[in-house]
Structures are given as structure tokens and as C-alpha cells.
């Protein structure tokens, strides 16, 4: 059975809006691209998509220049983790944000420290989002930066359909939503914390901080003066993900077995892996085997390799943002 999405894929000078056909495989069936000169003129290029593709809901992908992404570090006895993170942020974004127009996702506890991810996006595409929505009765479901769903699939409009949300935990995730008027007010902006791996760089700011600040961008975005002039775009298949050798494990035993992760090393080491390292999870619960990996590319094989062990689609998760190819979290049913 397939279903229907439709996507916004939003930069400074070009919308793209696609109705994408979701089955065993994601493929635009119907599109347009919009020329815009400034990000003014997003609002009325999305109500003419609206119009276009007759939906009142989309997804968005944003360009990453168009985005707030910071890798920080917090104290573990830290406290209110969000209001020191708030502080922080507002040190760095030159934008004025609200507590609601941002979220964060733990990535790593070393030592005593927490390193942690916060997503923003720029005031000026944040107010576009919200008018479209709010006065055009449209509901934006989730909104994304381009290098998140580009870890599911090269395309990135591809891609934000490919999320699997379901039984994911809230501190797991991290997106953001607008919501269109209700009869009790405008709930717009806020955190929508709905499944899926981000892949940021390690340390410092994904998309450089200083594009926005040192060369002047931020809160100067050019009034559009374009109309909505769509071309219509015709790509029907998505594009496919080569496949690639994870090279870097880690096996971490969650189960309470006593030597489970060993054993599972040296079974990794039989089929030609070498870097391997072994430990234990964070408590010794787990009912079902986990498998994170750090990119799409290595599902065929890591499913190739570990389907004598039980191993389905079902057991893995693409999480960009951990430190190896492969995280296993060996749970009681190994």
C-alpha cells in the first residue's frame, strides 16, 4: 500500500514542492520549483503549493544555512539541562529565539560532561512558516535540516519521507512543527520531537555560525519581490543509495549474559571486521537486540552479515550523529 507526502524543500533562493509516493521505495510522483529572491517570499510560494498539490500538510527540508544547529557540552550535575542550554544559545544564535522555538538531543555522557545538539531555525523563515500556516489554515507537520534526511537517502526530498517515527522516545528525536490555528489560538513553532537521526560534525556549529553573523546575513534576508512562477519538476524514481563496508563497531552487552559482546566480537572478526571494541551498556534490560548504524549505506551489509543472528530491518536504526559505523546493544534474545 502506498502512501502520500508532501514535501517543501526550502533554500535562499528556491522552494521545491513535491507530492512523493511512499511504498516499498519513495519516488516524487508530481512537483514544482520556485525561484524566490529572499526568503520574504516563501509564504506565498507554500499557499500556492498548497494550492497546486491540493494538501493542507507538508514536511519541510531546510537548507542548512538556513538553520541554527550547535554542538554543545553541559555539566552531568548540571540541573535544568534546558535552561543552561538556553543561556548558552542565547550567547551564540544572533537571532532572539523563544524557549519554544528550539530543541535539544542528548548524543554522548563522557566523564562528567553531556554533549548535546540544539536545533533553531532563523527568524526570518521561522515568521514565513508561521503566517503560511496560521493564515492559510496549512499545518507544516515536521521541519528538518537538509543534512538529516540526506543520512537516509542522497535526495534530501526522499529522504524526510523515509523517517520511522513510530516507538521512538521523545529525547530520542529531534525536529520542530508548525501548527495550523486552532479554536483555542495559534500554536505555532513548537517542539514536534518525532523520530529520526541527525548527523551534525563533531564540535563547533554544523553550518558555521560566522555565514550569519560575520558576514552580516542575519536579520538583513532581501524583501522577495518574485511571484509565484512554479516549474513543474518530473523525477519518478528516488535516487538509489550505493551500498558500503562499515569498518568500526562497537558491541555493547545489554542482555546480562557474561561474555555475549566477546563473543560477538569474535564472530565479527570471522567475517574479515577489525576495529571492534566491547563493553557494557548502560544497564543489562534490554529484551531485543539494537543495532544503530551511522549511515544508510551500511544496512545491506550489516543485514547481510548479522541475519544468522536474528538480525532484521526491524533491529536497525541510522543514527548519524554516534561515534562508530555500527552500535550493537546485545538485549536477552542473543
Not at 507537520?141 to 516507538?167: F, H, M, W, Y
Not at 546480562?256 to 565479527?268: E, P, Q
Amino acid at each position: 500500500m502506498s502512501l502520500k507526502q508532501y514535501v517543501l524543500k526550502i533554500s535562499r533562493s528556491k522552494v521545491t514542492a513535491a507530492e512523493i509516493e511512499v511504498g516499498k521505495e519513495a519516488k516524487i510522483k508530481s512537483g514544482f520549483e520556485y525561484e524566490i529572491s529572499g526568503i520574504n517570499g516563501v509564504k506565498d510560494v507554500i499557499v500556492d503549493a498548497a494550492q497546486k498539490l491540493k494538501t493542507e500538510k507538508f514536511v519541510a527540508v531546510i537548507d542548512d544555512e538556513l538553520c541554527y544547529i550547535l554542538n554543545l557540552e553541559l555539566d552531568k550535575n548540571n540541573g535544568d539541562d534546558r535552561k543552561v542550554l538556553f543561556g548558552k544559545i542565547q550567547e551564540i544564535v544572533p537571532d532572539e529565539l523563544e524557549d519554544s522555538d528550539w530543541d535539544y538531543k542528548l548524543i554522548s555522557e563522557e566523564n562528567d560532561k553531556k554533549k548535546v545538539i540544539v536545533f533553531a531555525l532563523v527568524k526570518e523563515l521561522k515568521k514565513q512558516l508561521e503566517q503560511a500556516a496560521v493564515e492559510n489554515n496549512l499545518w507544516i507537520q515536521s521541519i528538518e535540516p537538509e543534512s538529516l534526511a540526506k543520512t537516509r537517502n542522497s535526495d534530501a526530498i526522499i529522504g524526510v519521507c523515509l523517517r520511522q517515527d513510530e516507538g521512538k522516545k521523545d529525547e530520542d528525536n529531534l525536529e520542530l512543527e508548525t501548527k495550523k490555528e486552532t479554536e483555542s489560538g495559534v500554536d505555532v513553532l513548537k517542539i514536534a520531537k518525532v523520530a529520526g537521526a541527525i548527523l551534525l560534525a563533531a564540535g563547533g556549529l554544523w553550518f558555521g555560525i560566522d555565514r550569519l553573523v560575520n558576514n552580516g546575513k542575519s536579520g538583513t534576508i532581501a524583501e522577495s519581490t518574485t511571484s509565484p512562477t512554479p516549474t513543474e519538476i518530473v523525477q519518478p524514481t528516488a535516487t538509489p543509495v550505493p551500498a558500503e563496508n562499515p569498518e568500526t563497531w562497537q558491541v555493547l552487552n545489554g542482555s546480562g549474559i557474561t561474555g555475549l559482546a566477546g563473543k560477538w566480537s569474535a564472530d565479527l572478526e570471522k567475517l574479515g571486521y577489525e576495529d571492534i571494541k566491547t563493553g557494557n551498556a548502560d544497564n543489562s534490560d534490554y529484551e531485543v537486540t539494537e543495532v544503530s548504524i551511522r549511515k544508510e549505506s551500511f544496512s545491506k551489509k550489516v543485514l547481510e552479515d548479522l541475519s544468522s543472528k536474528g538480525i532484521t530491518e526491524g533491529n536497525i536504526n541510522i543514527d548519524g550523529s554516534i561515534d562508530y559505523d555500527v552500535i550493537v546493544i546485545l538485549g536477552k534474545d542473543n
